[in-house]
């Protein structure tokens, strides 16, 4: 089955914990991204991967990183986590953009509390 | 500054009332807007792209529409299973292969 997935989906950490949440695809995909999702603002990006070793910022990446040394995984690393990260996650993934954009998929999603 | 507003925020439909749900975008330049559906806490579901005005796309009971400014989901006869968050997005031509830009969503709520 073509998926998205996501580990953990719940996680609940205390400020400053290091922390990464897992993303991996299965449909051979170039382009990967993750969202936060919170409340009154909506879906918003924060990191994507154009293809292996391309990442780049989007809207808010402030206290992620992100590494993308394999084609099916790119995980999301917050080296220190504050409670203002507390939000719900998700990981999307497209076939690369060859003039017209595709839709992304987006995997189940990560709650992640930080206390 | 790219900008996608969903209208109205909430929609309470009785099963079988149909009714339509607004998106309005102000990009420099579109590339394609995209219609997604997601369940509570669930991850967005895909549902349509369109990538130039006067497109339409169709599937089950659900029509979606585009014109230079504004898309429309038209949903027909619903049914309490109709019930979640739409989402709209845009790509825009100077974010070519990265960002969509999503609105906040329309909640809808059949009832039976």
């Known amino acids: 089955e073509a998926q998205v997935t996501q580990n953990p989906r719940y996680l609940i950490t205390v400020t400053g914990k290091k922390l990464t949440v897992t993303c991996s695809q299965n449909?051979?995909?170039?382009?990967m991204s993750w969202y936060r999702q919170d409340p009154g603002l909506g879906l918003r990006q924060i990191y994507y991967s154009m293809n292996v070793e391309v990442t780049d910022k989007g809207d808010v990446p402030e206290g992620y990183k992100v590494s993308r040394k394999e084609k099916r995984n790119f995980p999301l690393i917050l080296e220190s986590p504050s409670p203002n990260q507390t939000s719900l996650y998700f990981c999307a993934s497209s076939p690369p953009d060859r003039g017209r954009p595709y839709e992304q998929y987006f995997g189940p999603g990560t709650r992640l509390t930080v206390t | 500054e790219d900008q996608v507003t969903q209208s109205p925020e909430a929609l309470r439909l009785q099963e079988g009332e149909s009714s339509s749900l607004n998106c309005s975008y102000t990009?420099?330049?579109?590339?394609?807007l995209f219609w997604y559906r997601q369940d509570p806490g669930k991850g967005p579901e895909f549902l349509f792209t369109?990538?130039?005005a006067g497109e339409e796309k169709e599937k089950e009971r659900l029509k979606a529409t585009l014109t230079k400014k504004e898309s429309f989901l038209h949903i027909t006869a619903p049914k309490p299973e109709d019930s979640a968050t739409y989402l709209c997005?845009?790509?825009?031509?100077?974010?070519?292969?990265?960002?969509?830009?999503f609105g906040k969503g329309t909640t809808l709520s059949v009832s039976s």
């Open positions: 990009v420099s330049g579109l590339r394609g």
């Open positions: 997005a845009v790509q825009a031509q100077h974010q070519a292969g990265t960002a969509l830009i």
């Open positions: 449909m051979n995909h170039e382009y």
């Open positions: 369109l990538y130039s």
